[in-house]
């Protein structure tokens, strides 16, 4: 039996379930494609009956989480192809690039990033599936209170002097803006070509009336799961701390660009729910030039 305090928390599971539920009632053409992670989290037969599965009250979020996937998805495989090597993934949770894309993945070196216990757990999670660990895929397990992820990503094989890209998704909100400055400037100082793609949460000043509701519920859930919101950023001051932080090229894509990128044209409505947006920011011109040319990026 997996020992329940090593299973991943309810943020990674949900979002893993919310990746599914797209697949099982939103029409097509599916935005991102992920049953595999409803097999890695293992919820049991009734999980579509969840409170926090209801299509009709969660579809923004649903839309939400598969839009950020699609996003950080789709500029691996530009980035791939321009010839990042190494990808890298801050709280890795569920995540199943390595196993979904493996025309993609087995071309790079994957490192997920996170927990010890929850890591634990997906690697048997993934054995009893038959799946393994492919050659490409390197877990990283670190306690990030106690120990440097940098530290541990070298000693995994990661290599300082080659491209790379960082995805950091949903995880800023719950750091403070000390700790993510130290992660911009630690990740700024990769090798040239190397880029990272980061959400962070707008202040609530920034958000209509409905939006500011949904993200103020969504924080008092956050908080009483034990794992509170610590900070939020302006896209200026995200952009001005990139900056700071030693990065060559820093570009700010909002919601409504992702939005309009994967949602246009929809007869269902579904819509993202504003609040989470994108930092993309490169240590060098070659990709970050590719990377301004994002459709209604902003610099």
Do not use: C
């Amino acid at each position: 039996m997996r020992p329940e305090v090593a299973a991943p928390d309810s943020t990674a599971v949900r979002t893993a379930l919310w990746r599914a539920l797209h697949v099982a009632v939103d029409p097509p053409p599916h935005v991102f494609a992920d049953e595999l992670g409803l097999r890695l989290a293992d919820p049991g037969e009734d999980w579509r009956h969840r409170g926090d599965m209801d299509p009709a009250t969660a579809g923004r979020y649903r839309a939400g989480m598969v839009a950020r996937a699609r996003f950080v998805e789709d500029l691996v495989t530009e980035r791939a192809a321009r010839g990042a090597g190494q990808y890298v993934i801050l709280g890795a949770g569920l995540d199943t690039f390595a196993q979904r894309r493996p025309e993609i993945a087995s071309r790079l070196r994957v490192f997920e990033v996170d927990q010890p216990g929850p890591q634990a757990w997906k690697r048997a999670r993934l054995a009893e599936l038959g799946l393994g660990v492919p050659d490409w895929l390197h877990f990283v397990p670190v306690d990030f209170e106690t120990a440097s992820w940098w530290e541990r990503l070298t000693a995994a094989g990661f290599t300082p002097d080659e491209p790379a890209v960082v995805a950091s998704t949903g995880v800023s909100m719950y750091l403070t803006k000390e700790a993510n400055a130290a992660t911009l400037h630690r990740i700024a100082g990769f090798a040239p070509g190397s880029t990272l793609a980061m959400t962070f949460m707008l202040p609530d000043e920034w958000l209509d009336e409905g939006e500011r509701a949904r993200h103020r519920a969504t924080a008092s859930r956050a908080k009483a799961a034990g794992t509170p919101f610590l900070s939020s950023f302006s896209p200026a001051e995200m952009l001005a701390m990139a900056r700071e932080a030693g990065f060559r090229d820093v570009v700010h894509v909002p919601g409504a660009e992702l939005d309009e990128r994967y949602f246009a044209g929809r007869a269902d409505g579904l819509r993202i729910v504003r609040g989470e947006e994108f930092l993309v920011a490169t240590t060098g011109t070659t990709v970050g030039a590719a990377a301004r040319g994002t459709p209604a990026a902003s610099s």
